[in-house]
């Protein structure tokens, strides 16, 4: 693949609606400069408003714009990119349905708890949608796809990484709950030791229960 096959303009939205989705990890920071109102506000404009909209639109972007195809589709392939197509979004559905409407509002006040996929790993929304972006980069392998793929693939690795420093820094049980459970991939065979672990950019529950990341 040579970067001549690939519509490089794609990846401007992607790698602009990226930082803007990494900067709304900064909870603690913005909580303490401009309040928790405030803080939360930011994070919100920053993820949703601003954010996503700018992923998404660069994701359909790189979908619809013709380039070479690296493989030629078949049958084994499909049924493996539909797997995981379906598989993602399954996790990806049932992490936030654990984590309720403050998945991208957190706040210095939200609590600690794991249970159902957060018990396993620590992000099970951002191991959903690694899986699906896979799978769609396996339906539809053209040039410009895959690269925005390993731009949309690498974005998730680093935002949990930046959501973690701010975990610790809010959350001090947040290390231990780190060395318990795995950050992407469960422990096979086993489920994670039970512990409290804490709710992040991923969700967090408000002053009470939450869900861990």
């Given at each position: 693949m040579s970067l001549s096959s690939v519509n490089l303009l794609v990846l401007v939205p992607l790698l602009a609606g990226s930082?803007?989705?990494g900067a709304s990890a900064l909870t603690t920071v913005y909580a303490r400069r401009l309040g928790e109102a405030g803080g939360r506000a930011?994070?919100?404009v920053l993820r949703n408003v601003l954010g996503l909209p700018l992923v998404f639109a660069g994701a359909i972007w790189a979908?619809?714009?013709p380039s070479p195809w690296l493989f030629a589709p078949n049958p084994p392939l499909a049924v493996a990119g539909w797997a995981l197509v379906v598989a993602g979004a399954l996790v990806f559905v049932v992490g936030h349905v654990h984590i309720g409407t403050p998945a991208g509002r957190?706040?210095?006040?939200?609590?600690?708890v794991r249970r159902g996929l957060y018990a396993y790993v620590r992000h099970p929304i951002y191991a959903g949608s690694i899986a699906l972006i896979l799978g769609l980069a396996v339906l539809h392998p053209t040039a410009t796809f895959i690269s925005a793929a390993a731009v949309g693939t690498a974005w998730l690795l680093i935002q949990a990484r930046i959501e973690?420093?701010?975990l610790i820094q809010r959350l001090p049980e947040y290390r231990n709950y780190m060395q318990q459970v795995p950050r992407f991939?469960?422990?096979l065979g086993r489920q994670s030791r039970r512990a409290p672990g804490p709710r992040s950019q991923e969700g967090l529950a408000p002053g009470g229960t939450g869900e861990t990341q």
């Open positions: 930082l803007l989705v930011l994070t919100f979908w619809q714009s957190p706040t210095l006040r939200d609590a600690l973690e420093r701010d991939v469960p422990h």
